[in-house]
């Protein structure tokens, strides 16, 4: 009896801090989703040039019409590096269709630089002069903050 008691204490006990774990994964779920703001190289342009509200609101737009052309583009390389990759399986490989392929890949990496080149100059044209002048300043930070973070060592060895 005394065996039965003990593990229905502990079997509470589990019960109620499963509870309060979840509990507190849903709250800081939450509270984190209700204090969510854009991060990254849109939040640091808008806090660095002091953009007014009707400039946050063109440089949304010009963000939103980049990150579509540039999802695209993704997409197209993701589905030409799949079909370059796929032919590792074939016994003879086609080497004007690897070429053709990796002219593509890179073909839509220039695409990817002009566009978002094209995107930060249509930012700037919506700069006051003095913004400009600081816009010029940061835009190297903004783009860094863009890139993809640099591979681990351990890949290196």
């Not at 989703?33 to 440089?59: A, C, N, S």
């Not at 949304?60 to 997409?75: A, D, V, Y």
């Not at 799949?82 to 002219?103: E, P, Y």
């Not at 094209?118 to 006051?128: D, Q």
């Amino acid at each position: 009896m005394g065996n039965n008691k003990i593990y229905k204490v502990v079997i509470i006990l589990l019960l109620t801090l499963n509870g309060a774990s979840l509990g507190f994964i849903w709250w800081s779920f939450g509270k984190h989703q209700r204090h969510h703001e854009p991060r990254g190289p849109f939040m640091f342009i808008v806090r660095e040039l002091k953009m007014t509200d009707k400039q946050q609101d063109e440089y949304t737009i010009l963000r939103n019409e980049h990150h579509q052309k540039m999802l695209e583009i993704q997409q197209q390389t993701r589905n030409l590096r799949k079909r370059l990759f796929s032919s590792l399986k074939q016994a003879n490989i086609d080497s004007a269709n690897v070429a053709a392929l990796s002219d593509s890949i890179a073909f839509n990496q220039r695409q990817s630089e002009i566009i978002t080149f094209y995107h930060f100059k249509m930012v700037r044209a919506i700069c006051t002069e003095e913004q400009k002048k600081k816009f010029d300043v940061i835009i190297n930070d903004a783009i860094r903050m863009l890139a993809p973070p640099p591979p681990s060592q351990r890949h290196e060895q």
